[in-house]
């Protein structure tokens, strides 16, 4: 990223505001990047621990399978799904707060009398897998939010902040420079000036 800049002092204040600032809020970001990698690992176990729950669920339920013929698939579904928000690292994430199923209606009398058990397996297993997909989701969200701020800090640490230091380093030698010249010019004419004088003062 070129850095624009003017060989004076008005633009020599502007790169040293940008430097500044930038070397301020540095550390503050650093800290954010290690909270988000920090969430991001322990969101990815959970979200590792809730798919082997889930697969060890339906596994746990594999003998019950010629017993699922009976059942009506349409006897339990999920009615709302509850949601709220958090704000991890500065990153707004969803929360599953709770789930609600409607059951529907069943002959206590006719049906299997495995049905009440049933319903609850079922909705035990529509919760560890609602929360799974939703943990996924909020690992998505964190993954992109520490991408975003990995890349800032690069561009703070490896790009800006050495670009706005080189910039501000060649215009106070350029300043320098300057000022440096305007001196010896100055001495020269004095120094003339001073010659003519004399000259002038012998001659008459």
Known sequence: MAIKFQYNKTSLQQL??????????????????SALRMEVKRTKDEVNRLEL??????????????LWNEFTPDLIAVKDVS???????????????????EVGKY???NAPAWFPDGIELLKK?????????????????????????????NLFEKVQIPGYSDAIRKV?????????LSKSSQKIMRANQEKRKKKEEAES
């Open 16 to 33: 040293e505001k940008q430097l500044k600032m930038r070397v301020r809020s540095l550390p503050t970001i650093k800290s954010k990047e």
């Open 53 to 66: 729950q889930l697969e060890k669920e339906i596994q746990s339920y594999e003998n019950m399978v010629a």
């Open 83 to 101: 949601l709220s928000t958090k704000k991890i690292a500065g990153v707004l994430t969803p929360i599953l707060d709770d789930i609600q199923f």
């Open 107 to 109: 002959s206590l009398f």
């Open 125 to 153: 297993l529509a919760h560890t897998g609602i929360e799974a997909e939703f943990t996924s989701l909020k690992l998505e969200l964190l993954e992109h939010a520490r991408k975003k701020t990995t890349q800032k800090v």
């Open 172 to 180: 106070k030698r350029f300043m320098e420079d300057e000022e440096s």
